[in-house]
């Protein structure tokens, strides 16, 4: 089992940037793949961006590509999402999720994650 504690959101101006983390315990964490969620209100929770377990693949969102930048490092058991030119749409909770395979399939969704964080909050103001 893998438990998940998201850090770093908070209220930054439009064009910000902000820093998530979530750091992970248990002994599968080198071996999942992790990935990032967001829900809006009254939107359903949403892909935004995967890394496999090694680190050698991420994958994007078409909203977060070239704005987001998902990282790991399995030392620290800690997956990161570094969040650039934020915009007012970003505004959701955020959340980790953990995979018990080591690659994501195409076009994730909430079905394919076994390991939930409990969220953090990020509010853009525009």
């Known amino acids: 089992q893998v438990q998940l504690v998201e850090s770093g959101g908070g209220l930054v101006q439009a064009g910000g940037s902000l820093r998530l983390s979530c750091a992970a315990s248990?002994?599968?964490?080198?071996?999942?793949?992790m990935g990032w969620f967001r829900q809006a209100p009254g939107k359903e929770r949403e892909f935004v961006a995967g890394i496999s377990s090694s680190g050698r693949s991420t994958y994007y969102a078409g909203s977060a590509k070239g704005r987001f930048t998902i990282s790991r490092d399995n030392v620290k058991n800690t997956v990161y999402l570094q969040m650039n030119s934020l915009k007012s749409e970003d505004t959701a909770v955020y959340y980790c999720?953990?995979?018990?395979?080591?690659?994501?399939?195409?076009?994730?969704?909430?079905?394919?994650?076994?390991?939930w964080g409990q969220g953090t909050q990020v509010t853009v103001s525009s």
């Open positions: 248990g002994r599968t964490f080198s071996s999942s793949a």
């Open positions: 999720a953990g995979r018990t395979m080591p690659w994501f399939p195409p076009n994730p969704g909430v079905k394919d994650l076994q390991y």
